[in-house]
Structures are given as structure tokens and as C-alpha cells.
């Protein structure tokens, strides 16, 4: 795909959705009210399907293995228009797999196992220098942390707009990102991150931008919306409202892919937000993540703002 918009540099797997009317206790054995395979990917493969959903060119590089798992990993990939020839299959590596538990009011809960991808530098500059008209390039601490710095560092030399969602939370600290165009965390993240932080999330925003030297913060606060750092501008965007949550677990990853949507045409990253708000609600009032990501038609044809995404 020569006229790639968005490369996702990032995690794969297979998720299993457990549902339960409430999460078990110690010792505790229950049945759950389902188990489906296939209803999520991985943070990255989330974002790369959403986004072309939505009608982005969009192209997809991880690692996955031949095994059983890695098999219905590139089912899951085939079925969106991806271009998936930065894929890396690696017959040494174990897919991985998640498992998503989400309880009677719709939050959740993620086990993680399989092996965490990691890259060579030449594998990395490889797959990045193979997909130059890409303006963004999406990258996370799914993978190797180490691996997913130095994608973001080489996209950006490379004149890329990186976005970093900095989850789940490295044991190690990542250091000075200067090359990250944006970080974005959850409100747990951003706390964990910080360290020590005051409750005040615009303070909080201010410290992770001198702590790592990021030059802008998107953080996700749930139903109260987002918090944005912009030009030492703190900006903040109400939740889009959702009659009914039915399940959380794909609500982060939407948000990001619609952010990323709205961005490569142009809109203002407090614009490029508040439409991510309203995918994300769109999201969460569906089972599932892939199955509750919505089709850029179907969006238009219940939220008139999105008639402006071609």
C-alpha cells in the first residue's frame, strides 16, 4: 500500500472475552455468562483495525508466531483492509494472547501471556522506510519497550508525527521522549507515570511533560472525558454521553484511532479528541472491541460530525 496515511508499529494477539456478573474473589470459583475467542486483538491491532473502519489507509507491523493462536491472529487481520506487509511471522515466538474479564456493569479487566514482541534496528528501519508516505506512525509499550523507543525515535527522524500510548506502564522508566508528537495514557498511567502526582490532572500533564519532554499530552479520563497539554495550553473535553455502557474494554483503543482519524485530515488535536469521545461512546454501547468498532458509514449515519472524514 504506496499511499499508506498510518503505519501501527505495535501489539497483536488473540483476546478471549470472559463475561461475568462480578470479577471472583480469592479462592473463589463462577461461572461466567460467556466466553468468546475473537472479539479483541491486541492495543495496536485495536487501533489499526478501527482506523480503517474508518477510512483510513492504514498499514499494520508487529510479530506474531505460527502457532495455533498466530493462525487466528492473521484470520483476525485479513477480515480489514490493512496492509500487512510489514507483519512479521516468526515460527520462535509465541503469540500472544489476552484475556479480557468484564464484569455486570461493563469495566474490565486484562491478562496478558505470550511472548512480548520486540524488534531489531534493522527490522526497524526496515518496515518504516517501507511505508514513507505514512504522515503517522502509532506505537505503544505493548511491545518491547526498548523496541517501541526506537521506532518512535527513528519515525520521527524519519519526519513522522509519533503518538505513543505509554500502556501498560513499563517497570523500567522510559526516559526523555522529545521525538513523541503526543503521549497518551489513561488517568492510572498518567499517575504511575508521574509518580507521586498531585490529583489535579492538569498538574499532572504539566509534570509528565517535564519529566519526559513530550510536546503534547492526551490524557483519558473515562466518563469525565480527556485532559489535553497543548502549547503549554491545558484544554479539557467532556465524555461524548452513552445511554448504556454495555462493555468498556475497547474504549481506549477507539478513542486513539479516531484521535488518529481526524488528525490526518487536518483537525486540531482538541477537535481530532472530542470526535475520538464520540467513537469511544459509539464503542463501549457494543460487545466486544472489534465487533463493536463502527464503520466510518455507520458513524456518519448517526453523528452528522463525522460526515467531514472521507
Known amino acids: 500500500m504506496t499511499d499508506t496515511e498510518v503505519l501501527v508499529f505495535h501489539s497483536h494477539g488473540v483476546g478471549q472475552t470472559v463475561k461475568l456478573d462480578d470479577f471472583p474473589h480469592n479462592g473463589e470459583t463462577v461461572w461466567s455468562r460467556s466466553w468468546e475467542i475473537g472479539l479483541d486483538a491486541a492495543k495496536g491491532s485495536n487501533v489499526a483495525i478501527a482506523l480503517s473502519r474508518l477510512g483510513v489507509r492504514t498499514a499494520f507491523a508487529g510479530r506474531i508466531g505460527t ?83 526506537s521506532i518512535a525515535r527513528y519515525s ?87 445511554d448504556k455502557v454495555i462493555d468498556t474494554s475497547g474504549a481506549g483503543d477507539s478513542f486513539l484511532a479516531a484521535m488518529v482519524a481526524f488528525l490526518t485530515k487536518g483537525y486540531s488535536l482538541e477537535d481530532s479528541c472530542g470526535l475520538g469521545s464520540v467513537y469511544a461512546a459509539r464503542t463501549i454501547s457494543e460487545k466486544g472491541t472489534i465487533t463493536a468498532f463502527a464503520t466510518l458509514s455507520e458513524m456518519q449515519e448517526n453523528f452528522e460530525r463525522y460526515m467531514s472524514l472521507k
Not at 197 to 224: M, P
Open 67 to 149: 502457532d495455533l493462536w498466530g493462525k487466528i491472529a492473521l484470520e483476525m487481520l485479513e477480515k480489514d483492509n490493512l496492509d500487512l506487509s510489514g507483519l512479521i511471522r516468526d515460527q520462535n515466538f509465541n503469540t500472544m494472547i489476552g484475556i479480557v474479564l468484564v464484569s455486570g456493569d461493563g469495566s474490565n479487566s486484562i491478562i496478558l501471556g505470550g511472548d512480548n514482541a520486540s524488534f531489531t534496528t534493522a527490522e526497524i528501519e526496515n518496515i518504516i522506510s517501507r511505508f514513507c508516505s505514512a504522515s503517522y506512525v502509532v506505537t505503544g509499550f505493548e511491545i518491547d519497550m526498548q523496541s517501541s523507543l
Open 156 to 242: 520521527a527522524e524519519k519526519g513522522k508525527k509519533v503518538i505513543l500510548n505509554a500502556s501498560p506502564i513499563p517497570a523500567e522508566n522510559p526516559g526523555p521522549m522529545p521525538f513523541v508528537d503526543i503521549l497518551v495514557v489513561n488517568e492510572s498511567e498518567a499517575q504511575a507515570l508521574c509518580g507521586n502526582c498531585s490529583a489535579d490532572f492538569r498538574e499532572t500533564a504539566r509534570r509528565l511533560q517535564e519529566q519526559y519532554s513530550v510536546k503534547n499530552i492526551v490524557i483519558t479520563l473515562g466518563s469525565e472525558g480527556c485532559l489535553i497539554l497543548k502549547d503549554n495550553q491545558i484544554h479539557t473535553i467532556p465524555a461524548w454521553p452513552c
